[in-house]
């Protein structure tokens, strides 16, 4: 079993630009999941897919936030115009229906 | 009140000794209680998950749950320093989503 990837493993971006973060789940996982996670906190949840339908979205997503998972395997998170409070990191994760949820190794954003 | 809770720590625990690590929670309604260590700088990895009232092992790690009082712990027995790392607990509720508290860091000294 290969595990959650995730593409870049790092971002440095101006102010502005937009960008996209890749996930594949693990291959039998229909679930998958974005969290975002500062320094020092816990990771925040952002959404989640089961399949290729997005189920929820937190409140904290803003409009410049979009995510889709189109055929039900891979997802992309794209950041629209970004902010320097976007500087974090984006993890992703996967899981078999209702278990536990295995995460990636994240994607580092910089924005300067 | 924060949903989930966790002192910072760090809590300093000399190698060998065991290391309890608490986590409370506010909604009763909460049903999966998971336990994630986390290394500086990487991504969070499961260790433990815990479904029921009452104690779960696995090898050197023990997690309890009681949910009258809304704590769930992690008790790590003969602890390593290659154990000095964040330690992460989640809840979900009602939807998947995990709700995180802010961890507390472990420090394990030879």
């Known amino acids: 079993d290969t595990g959650v990837s995730q593409d870049p493993r790092h971002k440095i971006t101006k102010r502005g630009q937009n960008v996209t973060f890749r996930c594949d789940p693990i291959?039998?996982?229909?679930?998958l999941y974005w969290y975002r996670q500062t320094l020092g906190q816990g990771p925040e949840f952002l959404t989640y897919?089961?399949?290729?339908?997005?189920?929820?979205k937190s409140r904290l997503l803003s409009d410049r936030f979009s995510a889709e998972r189109p055929k039900g395997s891979f997802s992309t998170l794209e950041i629209q115009r970004t902010e320097q409070g976007d500087s974090a990191m984006y993890l992703c994760?996967?899981?078999?229906?209702?278990?536990?949820?295995?995460f990636g190794p994240g994607t580092r954003l910089t924005v300067t | 009140q924060k949903e989930v809770e966790q002192n910072s720590g760090p809590l300093s625990v000399p190698e060998g000794a065991i290391a309890s690590l608490n986590c409370t929670y506010s909604?009763?309604?909460?049903?999966?209680f998971f336990w994630y260590r986390q290394y500086s700088g990487k991504s969070p990895e499961l260790i433990m998950s815990?479904?029921?009232?009452g104690d779960k092992e696995d090898g050197r790690f023990t997690a309890q749950l009681n949910k009258a009082s809304q704590y769930v712990s992690l008790l790590i027995r003969d602890s390593q320093p290659s154990d000095s790392a964040t330690y992460l607990c989640?809840?979900?509720?009602?939807?998947?989503?995990?709700?995180f508290g802010t961890g507390t860091r472990l420090q394990v000294f030879p």
């Open positions: 994760a996967s899981s078999a229906q209702g278990y536990e949820q295995y």
């Open positions: 909604d009763r309604g909460s049903q999966s």
């Open positions: 897919f089961q399949n290729e339908a997005q189920l929820e």
């Open positions: 815990i479904y029921s009232n």
């Open positions: 989640a809840v979900n509720i009602i939807t998947d989503k995990l709700i």
């Open positions: 291959s039998e996982h229909n679930r």
